[in-house]
């Protein structure tokens, strides 16, 4: 927390360039709005980190500070990323301790669960193709809540019923479909980078909304942790 305090700046500075167009668009738009919209963002980053000390200073955790803040004071900000990952998402804390065995092997439990789900129809082999990619990617996924991946109004759907479900499930359910939409390219054997350029540039909201809104008429099981089985 220190260190980015002292070095918010150069920080912030080289993170920039990092977002892609759909949040860069999205960012542009903010800081035009707003002469201290960095200065606020270092406040709420420093003020999270200081209220959960099991959380861990990564690139990732800025996204989601720059997302919350663009629609909120800075105070609002706060408890509601707080409040996220106190209630919601308790994992999030620890995305970045956990070996990554560790992580993959609960997570992709439910992912599986809920690819077989949309793959209902469709090869066995969907099913193999979406666990075998997020196997490699889905600690980016959690760690950025997918903001700076999809298409803005996409993780903002994502993010939105994942808060107003209070239910970290919800994101699972956007990860899942996008993947789902995108095995063609793995099918395909392009890059991890080939692949998310194709969910950014061809994944659209109304897609991710049907998609999501199939598991709404299925039977999914949970347990008292919120694990599928």
């Not at 035009?32 to 963002?41: A, G, R, Y």
């Not at 789900?117 to 889905?138: F, G, H, P, S, W």
Request: aromatic residues 12%; glycine residues 2%; proline residues 2%.
């Amino acid at each position: 927390m220190l260190k980015f305090k002292r070095e918010s700046k150069s920080i912030l500075a080289e993170l920039f360039p990092s977002y892609n167009y759909s949040f860069r668009n999205f960012m542009c738009i903010v800081r035009n709005s707003s002469d201290d919209f960095d200065e606020k963002l270092v406040n709420v980053c420093v003020a999270v980190l200081g209220r959960l000390p099991g959380l861990l200073f990564f690139p990732e955790f800025v996204y989601v500070v720059v997302f919350f803040l663009s629609f909120s004071s800075e105070a609002h900000a706060f408890l509601i990323i707080t409040k996220l990952v106190e209630k919601v998402f308790p994992l999030y804390q620890n995305i970045k301790k956990l070996k990554r065995e560790n992580l993959l092997n609960r997570e992709l439990r439910i992912i599986v669960k809920m690819t077989e789900v949309l793959a209902a129809t469709t090869n066995k082999d969907d099913i193999i193709m979406v666990k075998q990619y997020l196997e490699a990617r889905m600690s980016k996924f959690l760690a950025s809540l997918t903001i700076n991946v999809y298409m803005f109004e996409v993780s903002l759907h994502i993010i939105h019923e994942t808060i107003m479900k209070c239910s970290h499930l919800e994101l699972y359910k956007g990860v899942t479909s996008v993947t789902f939409l995108c095995k063609g390219e793995m099918a395909n054997r392009r890059t991890f980078d080939q692949i998310e350029l194709t969910m950014l540039r061809s994944v659209s909201l109304e897609q991710i909304k049907a998609l999501m809104a199939k598991f709404d008429k299925v039977e999914l099981d949970y347990d008292a942790n919120g694990e599928v089985f």
